[in-house]
């Protein structure tokens, strides 16, 4: 939209005070006229002529419209202030819309960031386990879309759902959910309940509804004795299937109360090892075959690459976005 040819850097800046000044004395609009124009032919040579009209949202002027140089007259008049004005006042509501969209994005993201944090608080020896599954999901689900059909959307749905996939331990009692060893039957059927009450608390958002397979599904197994439903190898939902990878690969990684953590290979071979039985065995292999290597880096720093070229929690404001049309 803007015509100037920048003489100085600052150059808006200053036509934005001048503009400020015209509207105070009660004009409509900057313009650059001989009859009013004060302000004549301070910008480039090429600049002959000037139009600077406010974009207003709440009173507040948020930016200009300036347009330069009419081609068959000298300068703007009244009827171009006028639907200039008109054009300017449509931009500013679209501009005003989204500054509120962006508003509620960011507090939906805080919201659920908020949720991430409580569930990690809950229990220091899985702090960060969350983030990190959910950049595992989103490693699985980028290597398989180079030979499925799955786009740039569905990786981010996966990534969310790696994200808030243990958001329902909200609902578990702390002295089953730090428990350190192994859960009696009663402790273990508490425990099993989570998928669901996770799924039930973002059934409550509505945009969260793409993303309730991968939380509601990701303990299932795919011989079928996993829970909550005991599905089985292809009606365990993609997105339960990859973040029971993911969150299986870092459970093992991580150390815990219990046990220390088994090493890299160590937990790859477990992965190899159970392929068919609790992991898909088409999406473990490409796990498997990935560089794991660089996957651990990025898991370290907590920073995606080159090529990835967002952090972890931008790529989770995409995909929010995504999932917020
Ligand atoms: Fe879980």
Known sequence: MLA?????????????????DVLASGSDALTDSEVNGVYKYEWSVRVENI????????????????????????????????????????????????NHFMDLKELLIGSLKALVNS???KDQYT??????????????????????KIGQEDIQKIYLSGLLHDIGKIGISEEVLKKPGKLTEEEYEEMKNHPAIGAGILSEIQQMSEILPGILHHHERFDGKGYPKGLAANNIPLMGKIVMIADSFDAMTSERTYRKALSVDDALKEIEANLGRQFDPAIGQIFLK????????????????????????????????????
């Open 51 to 98: 139009i600077a009209v406010p974009l207003s949202c709440n009173n507040k002027i948020i930016g200009m419209m300036i347009a330069t140089n009419l081609l068959d007259r000298n300068d703007f008049d009244t009827n171009n202030i006028r639907l200039f004005n008109a054009v300017a006042t449509e931009c500013a509501i679209f501009i005003g819309n989204q």
């Open 290 to 325: 990935s560089d794991i290597t660089k996957l651990w880096e990025i898991l370290q720093t907590g920073q995606n690459d080159d090529q990835y070229h967002d952090s972890s929690i931008d790529f989770g404001a995409t995909a929010i976005g995504a999932l917020v049309h």
């Open 127 to 148: 702090r960060g386990h969350s983030d990190r599954v959910a950049i595992i999901s989103k490693w699985i689900a980028e290597h398989y879309s180079k030979s499925k």
């Open 4 to 20: 100037i040819d920048h003489k100085s850097d600052n150059s808006v800046e200053i036509l934005f005070e001048r503009m400020q």
């Open 119 to 121: 569930i990690d608080a």
